[in-house]
């Protein structure tokens, strides 16, 4: 009998959070602290002549830093350390984006930074910029995949081979936390200490990248996460950029230093998702199924590489779908342009992939006249299946289940999706489905070389305090692992502790990301717990008493257990074959749209979910994952537009930067579908990714349904939709 | 770009904050959101955008739902002002706790205290408060965690628990 497990706990950030008195970044008071701003390139692309500061300002009054005086004689390298040493903290000579950082002031208080800013004049010579990444030469990464022989199935001319191809293109979308990036660096202590605190993720990407930029060790690099006003990735890598800037400010200055960007800052400048090209080629029987399948996906990475190999191989990886196929060819690629740098968003390349597979799969329906719920049940690999990489799906293997569910909550399966139908007065609903999966952890050997760790730790009151890297951003990280220790201690919730995410007490339990807090370190987390359990041994007595006389008699409380891979998992990275994933959480979205004809607006009514987590350990957090990441998904379907004009993002304030409000959600009817995984912990998947692959496809599909016409572009803007309809009628 | 207003001379203010006399000097144009979370130390009162888009520095002015980095300080002075920390907002805080609706938390403070005006509007018109009223009384207050199901839930949960939220 479970007691914390698929039972909901009040989060124990939510007290304070409902309150206001949970202290996030800008919300800290730190005496004599100044206040840091950034100088930045006004061009996408050129040489930085000079740097030219107005001599009536008065200097000394702030603090100067550029890459010549930051770096050389103080130690540290000019690099943003993440994946590639291809982007400098401050650009020295060549700009290759708008908004590259140049220079960091910092001052005593606001006028004085603002008119510092205002006081520096950055001379770029122009040099000619590459916004198209078809045209693009620099290649940050290639993936190629190959299954069987696809050429063969296209080669064979033959009555019963279906051959069908589209090209999807996906914009780019914003993350839009509602609390912009921000970060407080306090210079080297007499130790040779620095501190950081921040609004972040990862605490141990910024420590890393914190270490090599000032020529420290990373122990002596600290970082402290504050309450974090949401992620979704965006503030998985940019956090070790602000918190750079702000130590070497605060470094030159000898002072603290806050860098809290404001929105606009934040939305010109921030990383955001890879915009996308799949063409796709595919092959299907007459009755539907899918023989071949031939994928080129495209990525724009913008100016440097950051996150964007592992992006694509995540695209790559969940290009073919969640469907059998024997002959499968995917080929990837992501270029340098001179785009501000994409990164980390909720889904990681595969929205990108599983837009176009989907849409594939919608126009292949129409054509061969198959029910769109029939076409996705004839294909959907299923456990014994072995998919494009060669993995055989062995556990948790939820896919007929959330058909099946979908089919029972929303009736897909017996909608008559795009048959005509007569529409009465100047709006047309519609009905599509997407189906998709989303495989959980680190790609391939990730985890493996991640070696995630967690402590934890008997306190002499006999409460259990848990030290993990993992971050709490909102999706309920401290909710989970209060419920994970409780159960496997076989203690209260309140005799669980959970230490603050500072380098300098927890281990590193790898990046907050991947949809692998709850699978990957709540399995550490869990494991950790049960050798303390066992080392106090059970007992009639109350857990704390029975801790403290362990500890009377000298016990070891303290117990840090590092991951380990399930049995059986390999992954060969050089041919792309193996164990992709440790394991995959499938999902079914269906969508019911209203489509005005006078204007195209779509008005997104109705949206029902099924989700195979394995095992909901807290139903209220999943939900809340579910509802999040699809309205997400919903708003970059048709109302999240993000553009660029000669390198510069359209919509960098929030009066032009769109997401759906109460009035443009849809209401949401969720199905959890359990298929526990047996090396989850308690037979728990991820689930923070998944519910932003299938909410556009699904849109595109309902809107396809009640128009008629085959959006494949996101987002589908009443723009581009009447473009499609004027096309259908000359 | 705050501080262009900042440069008038400090005026003496006199107004009530979450029921407390509060005096004190800030240029006129100073915003009511600078001076509650710098002056006061009221720091609950979110800023997100600092252009009245995102709705996570609402506060009450009189009863009245504005958004504080909207709102110079002068036009306050003698107006009560309630933030998130005002302690009347416990059942509301509470439903939201109950129903998920805070997970990051950024938006939270303007959204309970925005459910605090609907609820009090609904009262005063004799309206019975129903989901659409929750929505769009809630439109203008942006939350990119929950898909705003539970937000809603939550507000509906306070306004139909009875007493006084």
Same mark, same amino acid.
């Given at each position: ?93 060549? #700009? ?38 078809? @045209? ?22 033959? !009555? ?31 130790? +040779? ?28 690099? /600290? ?14 890598? *940019? ?11 605060? /470094?030159?200055?000898? %002072? ?16 955001? %998702? ?6 796709? /080629? ?21 100016? *440097? ?8 191989? %995540? ?24 785009? #501000? ?8 390349? =595969? ?28 294909? =959907? ?29 929303? $009736?897909?399966? %017996? ?16 009905? +599509? ?51 994970? =220790? ?36 709540? $399995? ?23 801790? /403290? ?13 590092? *991951?380990? !891979? ?9 041919? *792309? ?32 979910? =099924? ?9 209220? @957090? ?12 919903? +708003? ?10 000669? $390198? ?83 | ?165």
């Amino acid at each position: 009998m479970q007691r914390f497990i698929g039972r909901d706990q009040v989060r124990p950030d939510g007290p304070a959070k409902v309150s206001g008195r949970a202290v996030y970044v800008a919300d800290l008071r730190v005496p004599g602290a100044w206040v840091g701003g950034t100088v930045r390139s006004d061009v996408a692309r050129g040489v930085l002549l000079r740097l030219e500061r107005d001599p009536a300002f008065d200097w000394s009054r702030v603090a100067f830093v550029t890459a010549a005086d930051a770096f050389g004689a103080q130690g540290g390298d000019n690099v943003q350390a993440l994946i590639v040493d291809d982007q400098p903290v401050l650009a020295e000579r060549d #700009v290759n984006h708008w908004g590259e950082p140049l220079a960091l002031v910092a001052a005593p208080d606001r006028a004085t930074l603002e008119a510092a800013l205002a006081a520096v004049k950055p001379v770029i010579e122009p040099q000619p910029a590459q916004f198209d990444p078809e @045209l693009a030469t620099v290649v940050f990464k290639t993936i190629r995949i190959v299954k069987g022989d696809v050429d063969g199935v296209f080669r064979v001319p033959s !009555s019963r081979v279906h051959v069908f191809e589209g090209t999807y293109r996906t914009d780019s979308q914003e993350q839009l936390y509602i609390e912009p990036q921000g970060c407080i660096a306090w210079p080297a202590d007499a130790d +040779g200490s620095v501190t950081v605190k921040g609004s972040l993720q990862c605490p141990h990407y910024v420590r890393k990248a914190l270490a090599r930029c000032l020529g420290i060790a990373q122990e002596k690099a /600290r970082v402290v996460q504050m309450e974090t006003g949401g992620g979704f990735g965006g503030k998985e890598e *940019y956090p070790s950029v602000v918190a750079c800037h702000a130590a070497l400010l605060a /470094r030159a200055c000898g %002072r603290p230093v806050s860098l809290l960007y404001e929105r606009h800052e934040d939305l010109a400048v921030t990383p955001k %998702r890879h915009p996308g090209r799949v063409r796709i /080629r595919a092959a299907f029987a007459t009755r539907g199924e899918l023989l071949a399948l031939d994928v080129d996906v495209l990525f724009d990475g913008g100016a *440097y590489t950051t996150l964007s190999p592992v992006v694509l191989s %995540r695209g790559c990886l969940h290009a073919s779908g969640p469907y059998r196929c024997a002959n499968v060819r995917v080929h990837g690629r992501v270029v340098a342009t001179n785009h #501000v740098p994409y990164g980390a968003f909720r889904g990681f390349g =595969a929205p990108q992939t599983c837009f176009a597979i989907e849409r594939l799969m919608d126009r292949a329906a129409r054509e061969l006249e198959i029910h769109p719920f029939a076409l996705r049940r004839i294909n =959907a690999l299923v456990a014994g299946d072995t998919t494009a990489t060669g993995q055989l799906l062995e556990h948790s293997v939820g896919s007929m289940q959330v058909l099946d569910a979908i089919a029972r909550s929303s $009736g897909i399966d %017996r909608h008559a999706w795009c048959v005509p139908r007569a529409t009465t007065g100047s709006k047309a609903r519609g009905l +599509g489905l997407s189906f998709f999966f989303h495989g959980a952890g680190f790609t391939g050997s990730g985890e493996e070389m991640l070696k995630g760790r967690v402590r934890v730790d008997l306190l002499a009151d006999g409460r259990v305090e848990v030290l993990a890297g993992s971050t709490e951003i909102g999706q309920g990280t401290n909710a989970l692992f209060t419920a994970i =220790a409780a159960e496997a201690l076989g203690v209260e919730t309140a005799d669980i502790v959970l230490a603050t995410p500072d380098t300098a007490r927890v281990p590193d339990s790898g990046p907050t990301v991947a949809s692998r807090t709850c699978m990957v370190v709540g $399995g550490v987390l869990a494991r950790a717990c049960r050798i303390l359990r066992e080392r106090v041994g059970d007992g009639p007595e109350p857990w704390r008493e029975r801790a /403290r006389r362990f500890l009377a008699q000298g016990g070891d409380g303290t117990a840090t257990v590092t *991951y380990e !891979s399930p049995p059986g998992l390999a992954w060969d990275d050089t041919r *792309y074959q193996g164990d992709a994933y440790p394991v995959f959480g499938w999902a079914a979205d269906v969508a019911e749209v209203e489509v005005d004809l006078d204007t195209c607006e779509v008005q997104v009514l109705r949206f029902w979910t =099924a989700v195979d987590v394995g095992r909901a350990l807290q139903p209220k @957090l999943v939900d809340g994952q579910i509802q999040g990441g699809s309205l997400q998904a919903v +708003g970059w379907a048709h109302r999240e537009v993000v553009t660029t004009r000669a $390198g510069r993002f359209e919509q960098d304030r929030l009066a032009t930067c769109i997401i759906p409000t109460t009035l443009d959600a849809p209401r949401f009817d969720v199905t959890l579908v359990e298929v526990p995984y047996p090396h989850g912990p308690f037979g728990a998947k991820g689930v923070g990714e998944l519910p932003m692959d299938g909410g556009a496809p699904a849109v595109l599909s309902a809107i396809e349904d009640a128009i008629g016409v085959h959006a494949d572009h996101l987002p589908a803007t009443p723009e581009r939709l009447l473009a499609l309809l004027e096309a259908r009628c000359p | 770009m705050k501080p262009v207003f900042e440069e008038a001379a400090p005026v003496e203010l006199t107004l009530r904050v979450n029921g407390a006399t509060r005096t004190l000097r800030a240029p006129p144009l100073r915003r009511l959101l600078d001076v509650l979370r710098e002056d006061l130390a009221l720091t609950g009162t979110k800023e997100g955008c600092g252009e009245g888009e995102c709705g996570a520095c609402t506060v009450l002015v009189d009863g009245e739902a504005v958004l504080s980095c909207l709102v110079p300080v002068c036009q306050v002075s003698g107006t009560e002002v309630s933030t998130v920390e005002s302690t009347g907002l416990a059942s509301i805080q509470q439903s939201f706790l109950a129903e998920g609706g805070a997970q990051c938390g950024i938006c939270t403070p303007g959204m309970i205290v925005m459910t605090k005006a609907w609820i009090d509007a609904c009262r005063r018109d004799g309206v019975a408060p129903d989901e659409d009223g929750a929505r769009l009384a809630l439109a203008g207050n942006l939350c990119r965690c929950t898909g705003y199901g539970a937000i809603v839930a939550a507000a509906l949960a306070s306004a139909r628990g009875g007493g006084a939220p």
